[in-house]
């Protein structure tokens, strides 16, 4: 078993940033053998991956957010993170952390952050 803690979330205005992180408690260095992904869901749309980090340090990005968002992670610490830089205002939804064996999507998650982008 795998409990996430997210935070981060909040209201940022179109352009700017913001860093979400999520903390695993998981017994040793488990954490390490996870990938680790984030997941979006927007009212009235289906949630959407939007970056993994696999346990073999490959990196994928949706589209939408290449060169503005990065995925990182630190095993030591048991912990995850998004930087979202030039946030859009398709950007915002529930943000959800993820930890999976295979595929990405199941797992643990979190409990979701709601991010806000307005002016």
């Known amino acids: 078993q795998v409990q996430l803690v997210e935070s981060g979330g909040g209201l940022v205005q179109p352009g700017g940033s913001l860093r979400l992180s999520c903390a695993a408690a998981?017994?040793?260095?488990?954490?390490?053998?996870?990938?680790v992904a984030w997941y979006r869901q927007a009212p009235e749309k289906q949630r959407e991956l939007v970056a993994t980090?696999?346990?073999?340090?490959?990196?994928t990005y949706t589209d939408s957010v290449k060169g503005r968002f990065t995925i990182s992670r630190d095993n030591s610490k048991n912990t995850m993170s998004l930087q979202m830089n030039s946030l859009k205002p398709e950007d915002p939804a529930v943000y959800f952390c993820?930890?999976?064996?295979?595929?990405?999507?199941?797992?643990?998650w979190g409990q979701g952050t709601q991010v806000t982008v307005s002016s």
């Open positions: 980090f696999t346990s073999g340090y490959r990196t």
């Open positions: 998981v017994s040793g260095s488990a954490f390490r053998l996870y990938g």
């Open positions: 993820n930890v999976f064996l295979q595929p990405p999507g199941t797992g643990y």
